[in-house]
């Protein structure tokens, strides 16, 4: 059963233009939404984190929309650039799981120059 | 300052043998975590300690032994290898089972022959 379920699983996307990802769960208890970036042969890395209290968190050129009601969370590039080439993991956690993230399965964007 | 290491970073063996991964953090964090990511990108938690306390056992084959010897690190060691084992093997530690980044390792690709 996959508890977070995110798409694309692979995107494509011009120097200069947005990107966007998209996650969408059922769990309600659910109440820690971070994202997190993984570039060939690393770790992956924390890039940003949103809780259910805001429907908007950005940070640079980074942005995660989050609709409570629909159960949905996105994380938006703007002026995405050949250096943001890389996997994105959405993920959540939730309250007592003893920091279980449940993760999507991954994005793999590319940034063509 | 490599805050989690792993090693080794690459593993081929055969199958059947017995085989152990190393991590340590100098984040002085208290909770360390292994993460298992398949051929598909898929990560999905094994195993999580809080001052050496097991926390979170996911349903892994018993064959897959974590040891805590003290917080700053988390051995896996692995009996009875099998193709399917084959994986990138994340290391990762959070201060607190409940505080909301954790800081990854770059992996140890572990290849069953």
């Known amino acids: 059963q996959q508890q977070v379920k995110q798409s694309p699983q692979s995107l494509i996307v011009q120097k200069g233009g947005i990107s966007i990802i998209n996650c969408a769960y059922e769990?309600?208890?659910?109440?820690?939404f971070p994202w997190y970036q993984q570039f060939p042969g690393k770790g992956p890395a924390l890039l940003i984190a949103?809780?259910?209290?805001?429907s908007e968190k950005k940070e640079g050129r980074f942005t995660i929309s989050f609709n409570k009601s629909a159960k949905q969370f996105s994380l938006h590039i703007m002026d995405s650039q050949p250096g943001d080439s890389a996997t994105y993991f959405c993920?959540?956690?939730?309250?007592?799981?003893?920091?279980?993230?449940?993760f999507g399965k991954g994005t793999l964007l590319t940034v063509n120059p | 300052d490599t805050a989690v290491s792993q090693t080794p970073k690459y593993l081929v063996t055969q199958m059947g043998n017995d085989k152990s991964i190393k991590c340590e953090q100098n984040?002085?964090?208290?909770?360390m975590y292994w993460y298992k990511q398949d051929s598909k990108k898929f990560l999905k938690i094994m195993f999580s300690y809080n001052n050496k306390e097991l926390i979170i056992n996911e349903t892994v084959p018993n064959r897959f032994s974590p040891k805590s010897p003290d917080k700053a690190h988390l051995n896996l060691h692995i009996n009875s290898l099998e193709l399917g084992d084959s994986a990138v093997y994340f290391c990762?530690?959070?201060?607190?089972?409940?505080?909301?980044?954790?800081?990854f390792g770059q992996g140890t690709r572990l290849t069953v022959v």
């Open positions: 949103i809780r259910p209290d805001v």
């Open positions: 769990n309600t208890a659910f109440d820690y």
């Open positions: 993920a959540a956690l939730a309250r007592g799981s003893n920091y279980k993230l449940t």
């Open positions: 990762a530690s959070s201060q607190g089972l409940m505080n909301t980044e954790a800081f």
């Open positions: 984040l002085g964090h208290d909770t």
